[in-house]
């Protein structure tokens, strides 16, 4: 009896966190998903029961479709990117670079993860403007002035340049990543390529390339699931602007739920994002584990 | 993702743990041993590398020495000379952006983001003494439960969370930032310190309950102090988070003297639209707390992460 009590006395340990899981974060997903079978906004006491009524508008609409398709966007931008280019820069950082240097590189490519989405959405506004901003004068100086525009405030170039400033601000991070990544392979695999006279390019295909690929896969899961979470960026810059152009999902949900008061529609738009982006945190976790078992 | 958690060489997380081997295994890249000689290949390729890293580091610092700069020009010289250096260092922009409200997002920010600091580390690493020292019922459960929590996100509770904090009055306050800023980060901040805390001996609490000592006292006084670096490092993750977080902040505070950083120099943008030199000087000041401290704890910070993210 006095074991079994000292067992269930160790419950004390999680309690805190279980209850603050349980009541912030899994009650709200689930009240989201009955929340968006109902019509109400904030201000009605008596949410409207009505089936998937929400569902068919948010389908039916083509604003809801421009913000998946930006989404995708950003995905696919982010990939090339935050897994392709990011990988690249942390090679070559490797390869080339000594010790000292290296790591000086490496902290300051990291800097733009380390200061907030406001700060660089805000800085790259000022970029941006049409008539002062750096980017235009920069394609002025060397002679491009046609390309100059108003990059936030045209329709076709506003999520382009929105989802520009996240890969500024995204690559550091995953560089960094992959450096960490690199720097856990065996030094004996690089010697073993070298002496097979293996050049640095064989060498990234064959060594590099096969030995991070946990972590490629990482971080293609984490940009994935990223970029259909985006809000922070688009709402700092064009808050979805120029006529809902660069819309995301959650701007979408967001300017539904509290600028028309269209709670129950705001919500089918949040359960969307909720099933993709489990799915592919699902997808991980089953590609983790599987990994675990083979090991 | 395994990771070094041994005491001593753990230290070296990243490079730092072993110079003398790397220096001998990899040494600077030669020109291809072949030949022998120096081609003209080898050398454009090795231009072209470095022309890459230079210029990412160029494209990623110009705009935030830019921002800095700024700060200290006038309207005059921002919009005449863009390129240009500050014809002086103006700092009464700067003073001007801390009293044209930095100074009070900033005291909110630093408020809410230590007090979820202290509280989603405590709070995990409770948990995650629980889930691995202990013998406790239904862990299987509890540790599936975080594990869900991983996977879901805030967007998606955004409206819910909306309703629940309205009608249990925490709308408005900083309790609404911190206790979300807490829940939502616990499960990542378990699986991090468990995943320090579980490869630690078990016979540092055999040793310590012969001795007499509790759980609680065990915990407190043994396993705490051995998780120090992990803690500085859920510490750094935490506060770089709470310090950025922008759509909590958004949505559940209203009120413009309750307001953080990131929400509220979106507001002070909006307020001062012309003057871009006080709004640059108070992106720089909003900017440098999370800079200096991953500049102080950068090893801590990727241990963290690199840790974290494979969870």
Same mark, same amino acid.
């Given at each position: ?37 109902? @019509? ?49 820069? =942390? ?22 993860? $380390?200061? @907030? ?20 004068? $920069? ?41 960490? =990544? ?9 010697? =073993? ?12 295909? @064959? ?60 919500? $089918? ?9 489990? $799915?592919? =945190? ?14 | *993702? ?17 110079? /003398? ?45 830019? *921002? ?63 889930? %691995?020292?202990?013998? *406790? ?65 078990? /016979? ?5 309950? +012969? ?15 051995? %998780? ?39 507001? *002070?943008?909006?307020? +001062? ?39």
């Amino acid at each position: 009896m006095g074991a079994l009590l000292t067992r269930w006395r160790t419950v004390v340990w999680v309690l805190p966190a279980v209850l603050l899981l349980l009541v912030f974060v899994y009650y709200p997903i689930a009240d989201n998903l009955r929340l968006s079978l109902f @019509s109400w906004n904030a201000f009605s006491p008596e949410p409207r029961f009505v089936g998937l009524d929400n569902y068919a508008e948010a389908f039916g609409d083509p604003v809801f479709w421009r913000a998946l398709l930006n989404n995708v966007a950003y995905a696919v931008v982010s990939l090339v990117c935050q897994a392709g280019v990011s990988l690249v820069l =942390a090679a070559l950082l490797e390869e080339l670079v000594g010790r000292r240097l290296r790591g000086l590189l490496r902290t300051l490519y990291f800097i733009p993860a $380390a200061t @907030s989405i406001t700060v660089a959405g805000v800085l790259f506004s000022f970029l941006y403007n049409p008539r002062y901003g750096l980017v235009n004068e $920069a394609l002025q100086a060397v002679g491009l002035g046609h390309l100059a525009r108003a990059w936030l405030g045209e329709e076709g170039s506003a999520i382009w340049s929105v989802i520009a400033m996240s890969q500024w601000q995204g690559i550091g991070y995953t560089a960094v990543l992959f450096v960490v =990544a690199i720097q856990r392979i065996p030094r004996e695999f690089f010697e =073993a390529a070298r002496v097979d006279g293996a050049g640095p390019v064989r060498t990234f295909f @064959s060594v590099t390339l096969p030995m991070v690929r946990e972590m490629t896969t990482l971080v293609v899961i984490l940009t994935i699931s990223g970029a259909f979470l985006v809000f922070n960026e688009v709402m700092v810059m064009t808050s979805g602007g120029p006529d809902n152009s660069s819309q995301v999902l959650g701007t979408w949900l967001y300017h539904q739920a509290f600028f028309e008061d269209d709670m129950g529609y705001a919500a $089918a738009v949040a359960t969307v994002v909720f099933v993709v982006t489990f $799915a592919i =945190a699902a997808l991980q976790l089953a590609l983790s584990r599987r990994r675990r078992d083979d090991a | *993702m395994t990771a070094v958690k041994q005491g001593a060489p753990e230290e070296g997380a990243l490079e730092e743990g072993a110079p /003398e081997k790397r220096a001998v295994a990899v040494p600077p890249a030669r020109p291809p041993a072949r030949g022998g000689a120096v081609t003209l290949r080898w050398v454009a390729a090795r231009v072209l590398g470095w022309s890459v890293l230079a210029g990412f580091a160029v494209a990623v610092l110009y705009p935030l020495l830019w *921002m800095v700069l700024s700060g200290f020009k006038d309207n005059q010289e921002i919009f005449e000379q863009p390129w240009g250096l500050p014809g002086a260092l103006r700092w009464e922009n700067y003073a001007r952006a801390w009293e044209l409200g930095v100074v009070r997002y900033f005291t909110n920010s630093v408020i809410v983001t230590v007090a979820s600091i202290v509280a989603t580390t405590l709070i995990s690493a409770w948990a995650a003494y629980g889930l %691995c020292r202990l013998r *406790m019922p239904f862990g299987n459960a509890v540790a599936l439960l975080v594990l869900g929590g991983l996977l879901l996100s805030p967007t998606v509770a955004l409206i819910p969370l909306f309703r629940l904090l309205t009608s249990i009055g925490l709308f408005d306050t900083y309790w609404a930032l911190i206790v979300l800023y807490t829940a939502f980060r616990v499960p990542f901040t378990i699986f991090l310190i468990r995943a320090y805390m579980i490869e630690l001996p078990r /016979e540092v609490d055999e040793a310590a309950t +012969l001795d007499g000592a509790s759980p609680t006292q065990i915990f407190w006084r043994v396993i705490l102090p051995m %998780c120090r670096p992990i803690l500085v490092s859920a510490a750094l993750l935490q506060a770089l988070f709470a310090w950025n977080e922008f759509a909590f902040a958004l949505v559940f505070v209203s009120d413009d003297a309750m307001k953080t950083l990131p929400v509220g120099l979106m507001a *002070m943008q909006s307020r +001062l639209l012309t003057d871009w030199p006080v709004v640059l000087a108070g992106l720089t000041i909003a900017a440098l707390p999370t800079i200096l401290l991953f500049l102080a704890g950068q090893r801590q910070f990727i241990r963290g992460l690199t840790e974290g993210v494979g969870k």
